[in-house]
């Protein structure tokens, strides 16, 4: 039986409310985003052992479900494929069962010490390709099938919600890691001066965290 839906006087119900209540978008946070994998956000994903995958079934209901394994386990195979292995779980496949009626994902990579993260969206196939599997076998086991992930945009997400939930800890970002003033450098074409933006993020991050 379908849930009632929630009710809500002070519901925002229109683009032009919203609009209206939170303002413009920061420029940046609009010319950032890329239709493809530049180097920065490659090497993002190299260093990330987890993401969340994020689909949608046939009836409209999302799913966001965890991945994870040792950095770089989602294989960038080009600038606008990535692949990801699908290790061994519960085999409920909530998200392998939406992408066969609904190709489109997004994913959310994390690196243990970064405030910032990768977003990532496309339209995912769900292979079984035997030159796949056995190249994303781990300890000897391949994955019973690998997302290819047909990207169509990629840009990342400031500090602002990490930094707030405190989540790493004294947890140290890795050196080799590419910085936010590196990935918008690249992404804008060097329309932004990625060095200028990382002296400024920790006053204007710390700044506007509320």
């Not at 420029?27 to 994998?37: C, E, P």
């Not at 993401?51 to 046939?58: E, Q």
């Not at 085999?91 to 994902?105: E, F, M, Q, T």
């Amino acid at each position: 039986m379908p849930e009632a839906p929630l009710t809500d006087p002070h519901a925002v119900t229109s683009l032009e409310a919203l609009e209206a209540l939170y303002g413009p978008p920061n420029h940046n946070s609009v010319i950032k985003v890329r239709r493809d994998l530049d180097a920065p956000s490659a090497a993002f994903i190299a260093g990330s052992p987890f993401c969340i995958l994020s689909t949608r079934n046939a009836d409209g209901r999302v799913h966001g479900t965890p991945r994870g394994d040792g950095p770089g386990f989602v294989q960038v195979a080009s600038p606008t494929e990535l692949l990801l292995p699908d290790r061994r779980g519960n085999n409920r496949l909530d998200a392998l069962r939406d992408i066969v009626s609904d190709p489109n994902v997004a994913l959310l990579f994390l690196v243990p010490g970064s405030g910032e993260t990768l977003r990532v969206g496309g339209k995912a196939v769900i292979s079984t390709d035997p030159a796949l599997r056995a190249r994303l076998a781990h300890q000897g086991k391949e994955p019973a099938t690998v997302l290819r992930v047909m990207v169509e945009e990629v840009f990342f997400q400031c500090a602002r919600a990490l930094l707030r939930s405190k989540l790493w800890g004294e947890t140290r970002r890795p050196a080799s890691l590419p910085t936010a003033g590196e990935l918008l450098e690249s992404a804008t074409g060097g329309a932004v001066d990625g060095k200028v933006y990382d002296a400024e993020a920790p006053g204007r991050l710390t700044g506007s965290l509320y």
